[in-house]
């Protein structure tokens, strides 16, 4: 009778085990899939027949969108530190995470590059259009460079061409 009692209370306690191990897979998954995801960057309508202002409002709004995927990008990476995944799935995270901030880069450099082409070619003032071009370099940089430590020296190069551009 202490066999089979034993037996019994050993069965239900390896069942509980289960149930949790099959819960916690099921929250990994769950977590897996939260830092693997990757939004996409949109342009406005209203940007589509950019003006100056338009145009420069773009650039800052991207500039800002790109430091705040950056400190997300931060962010998952500290959870991933603490989710207690398998090293595995460690490094597929890793991956999934670093080409999703080269996708949005390269998408938000191809959602602005026709506003830039457009007001380049439409651009008659010389003087104007080196500054508008010097803006539009200094802000792919800066995207591009954007470590998520919100680097200063690169944003207060990157204010002073637009501020540039702005006062032509």
């Not at 969108?65 to 989710?83: P, Q, T, V």
């Not at 890793?94 to 651009?123: H, M, W, Y």
């Amino acid at each position: 009778m202490k066999r089979l009692t034993a037996l019994l209370i050993g069965s239900i306690l390896l069942s509980g085990c289960a149930q949790m191990v099959e819960e916690q897979n099921k929250k990994d998954a769950e977590t897996k899939a939260s830092l693997m995801e990757c939004s996409e960057p949109k342009l406005d309508d209203k940007y589509l027949k950019p003006t100056k202002e338009d145009f420069i409002a773009q650039l800052n709004r991207q500039a800002l969108f790109a430091e705040a995927y950056k400190s997300i990008a931060g962010m998952k990476m500290d959870r991933l530190n603490i989710s207690g995944l398998t090293q595995s799935d460690d490094l597929e995270v890793v991956g999934a995470i670093g080409d999703c901030n080269r996708k949005q880069t390269e998408q938000r450099i191809s959602i602005v590059k026709p506003q830039f082409e457009s007001l380049k070619s439409s651009t008659k003032n010389k003087v104007e259009k080196v500054a508008l071009i010097k803006a539009y370099s200094e802000w792919v940089s800066y995207v591009k460079n954007n470590t998520g430590g919100n680097d200063a020296r690169e944003r207060v190069k990157l204010d002073s061409a637009i501020a540039e551009y702005e006062n032509q």
